[in-house]
């Protein structure tokens, strides 16, 4: 099963910059997830984007950002866990090293799910 796991409250415009400390324990944390198979992806969303529309066989592309994308642009994951008991032990990890804040985990289904859902 894969999450897709953010903050919805981190705002990077006003989030302090993280210490050489946190950056080495969070090193450790993402390598750690990494050799057991669990961190898939990490990234962060850029503020700008584009709308793809085909309308009557016409296509316009239009600028954004479309919606507030200010949760995903601080960051975010796609872990693998068994289940999502896993997932959450994952995140609470994540979360005793940045401190104080929110996670949402989210199941995400593709094309392995599609007889399952």
């Known amino acids: 099963m894969q999450f897709l796991v953010y903050d919805p409250k ?4 006003t989030a302090a910059p993280p210490t050489p400390e946190l950056m080495a324990e969070m090193g450790e944390f993402i390598g750690e997830a990494i050799q057991a ?4 992806a990490t990234g962060a969303l850029q503020p700008q984007g584009k709308r793809l529309r085909l309308s009557e066989g016409k296509f316009t592309v239009t600028d954004g950002p479309f919606i507030e994308l200010k949760e995903l642009m601080g ?6 866990a068994d289940s ?27 094309p392995q799910d599609a007889g399952s859902m």
């Not at 981190?10 to 415009?13: I, K, L, V």
């Not at 198979?37 to 898939?40: A, E, I, P, T």
């Open 84 to 110: 999502l008991e896993e997932a959450i032990e994952w995140c609470k990890r994540f979360r005793q090293i940045v401190g104080d804040g929110e996670s949402e985990i989210v199941q995400i289904f593709g």
């Open 10 to 13: 981190f705002d990077p415009e």
């Open 37 to 40: 198979g669990v961190l898939v």
């Open 75 to 80: 960051g975010w994951a796609v872990i693998q």
